[in-house]
């Protein structure tokens, strides 16, 4: 390979990374760090909170499918760009409002966008780099959901320590996803960075480890969803984790960066299909530590675990369904996003009517750590273990 094409592929992966950063890292974890701000200024029940995370993950279910049935081979960049520009624009208006159902229609656009933006963008890398044979770069734009959490920490961090107020944060996070754009117009190489589907396209066959891999996919959306929106005010609201408020959405950010390269690592060695099993567990064992004790050191241990396994899943999901499926690459990556959806819908709203009702956090980390270990076990590919043994 020549210069010239190991130095595009690596602009996009810059690209790729800023885009999910933007749309996936900041759009949608953004609002976990700001939540407890959000509840003690406008008297927000965590049902209430539970519903504007659920409504942006319906968003981000109606824009999974959207690719299904609207063909964007012609104007991928634009389409794109597009949706980069209605999440940045989402998330400022978020601050100019106190109504509830405004908060629900923002979320919602705000997780149309950035599911586009995820099939979109996941379907274009992996063809330009699998073509490339930049095998180690197909997945690295998945790290912009890490980059996108410590910003998100980071951010309301300092703008707490200038006593700034929610609505105020939102405007920051909007600003930062601005300047996020810099280097998707600067470095976005010119010739085939988005190259259109082959028409050519085996049809779509759903295997039975496909199936297995979706439905695990589906509980991992049920159980990381709450554990991400709740633990931020988990913390504000145990009087034994007050202090370490800030310091978890920060673990989480940095342990999550680095995560899919690691977990790349990892299935070198054991397959991606275990590999996806075992970070299912280092969330799992996290979230339970943390049911288990109501200390800020294991809170601390809880938060990088999460953020290593999290980041982890997301990206093997989507290569190990590739694999798994038979057909159009757009296809298996937006049926995987819709039953993740199905799962994120689900976990926000079920776990806040939790919380209010058992006046505590507790029993939603349990449904939490259990239902990522079930994703667990469903993502193993037990025909191909059997087969090895054989």
């Known amino acids: 390979m020549s210069t010239e094409e190991i130095k595009k592929q690596l602009q996009l992966?810059?690209?790729?990374?800023?885009?999910?950063?933007?749309?996936?890292?900041?759009?949608?974890?953004?609002?976990?760090?700001?939540?407890?701000?959000?509840q003690n200024s406008l008297l927000?029940?965590?049902?209430?909170?539970?519903?504007?995370?659920?409504?942006?993950?319906?968003?981000?279910?109606?824009?999974?499918?959207?690719?299904?049935?609207?063909?964007?081979?012609?104007?991928?960049?634009l389409t794109l760009y597009w949706s980069v520009i209605v999440s940045i624009v989402s998330l400022?208006?978020?601050?100019?409002?106190?109504?509830?159902?405004?908060?629900?229609?923002?979320?919602?656009?705000?997780?149309?966008?950035?599911?586009?933006?995820?099939?979109?963008?996941?379907?274009?890398?992996?063809?330009?780099?699998?073509?490339?044979?930049?095998?180690?770069?197909?997945?690295?734009?998945?790290?912009?959901f890490g980059l996108g959490m410590f910003l998100s920490a980071i951010l309301i961090w300092i703008c707490s320590l200038f006593s700034l107020d929610w609505y105020q944060q939102w405007f920051a996070v909007s600003f930062t996803c601005l300047v996020l754009t810099i280097p998707i117009f600067?470095?976005?190489?010119?010739?085939?960075?988005?190259?259109?589907?082959?028409?050519?396209?085996?049809?779509?066959?759903?295997?039975?480890?496909?199936?297995?891999?979706?439905?695990?996919?589906?509980?991992?959306?049920?159980?990381?969803?709450?554990?991400?929106?709740?633990?931020?005010?988990?913390?504000?609201?145990?009087?034994?984790?007050?202090?370490?408020?800030?310091?978890?959405?920060?673990?989480?950010?940095?342990?999550?960066?680095?995560a899919i390269f690691f977990w790349q690592k990892v299935s070198r060695f054991t397959g991606n299909h275990i590999s996806l099993a075992l970070s299912c567990f280092t969330t799992s064992f996290g979230i339970f530590l943390l049911y288990l004790?109501?200390?800020?050191?294991?809170?601390?241990?809880?938060?990088?675990?999460?953020?290593?396994?999290?980041?982890g899943i997301v990206g093997l999901?989507?290569?190990?369904?590739?694999?798994?499926?038979?057909?159009?690459?757009?296809?298996a990556v937006a049926f995987l996003t819709t039953t993740f959806s199905i799962g994120q819908i689900s976990g926000p709203y079920i776990s806040g009517i939790m919380i209010d009702f058992f006046g505590d956090y507790k029993n939603a980390m349990l449904l939490s750590g259990s239902a990522l270990g079930i994703a667990g076990f469903c993502m193993v590919n037990y025909k191909a273990l059997l087969s090895s043994r054989l």
């Open 13 to 38: 992966a810059i690209v790729g990374i800023c885009i999910v950063a933007i749309t996936g890292g900041l759009g949608r974890f953004a609002y976990t760090p700001i939540i407890p701000y959000m």
């Open 44 to 77: 927000l029940t965590s049902t209430d909170i539970g519903l504007i995370a659920s409504s942006n993950y319906l968003g981000y279910l109606v824009g999974s499918i959207i690719p299904l049935f609207i063909a964007f081979e012609a104007r991928q960049k």
């Open 92 to 144: 400022g208006l978020m601050g100019f409002t106190i109504e509830l159902n405004h908060f629900i229609v923002l979320r919602f656009f705000q997780g149309v966008s950035g599911a586009v933006a995820l099939v979109i963008a996941t379907n274009l890398i992996f063809s330009e780099i699998t073509e490339g044979h930049r095998f180690d770069l197909r997945l690295a734009h998945i790290s912009g």
């Open 186 to 258: 600067i470095l976005d190489p010119k010739s085939k960075v988005l190259p259109k589907n082959s028409t050519s396209e085996n049809k779509n066959r759903m295997s039975l480890g496909f199936i297995g891999i979706s439905v695990g996919y589906f509980f991992f959306g049920l159980g990381y969803i709450i554990f991400g929106t709740f633990i931020a005010a988990m913390a504000v609201n145990t009087p034994a984790l007050a202090n370490v408020q800030h310091a978890t959405w920060i673990l989480v950010g940095l342990a999550a960066m680095p």
């Open 293 to 311: 004790f109501d200390s800020p050191k294991i809170s601390l241990v809880a938060c990088l675990s999460y953020g290593l396994g999290v980041v």
């Open 317 to 331: 999901v989507l290569l190990e369904g590739k694999i798994r499926h038979k057909g159009s690459v757009k296809f």
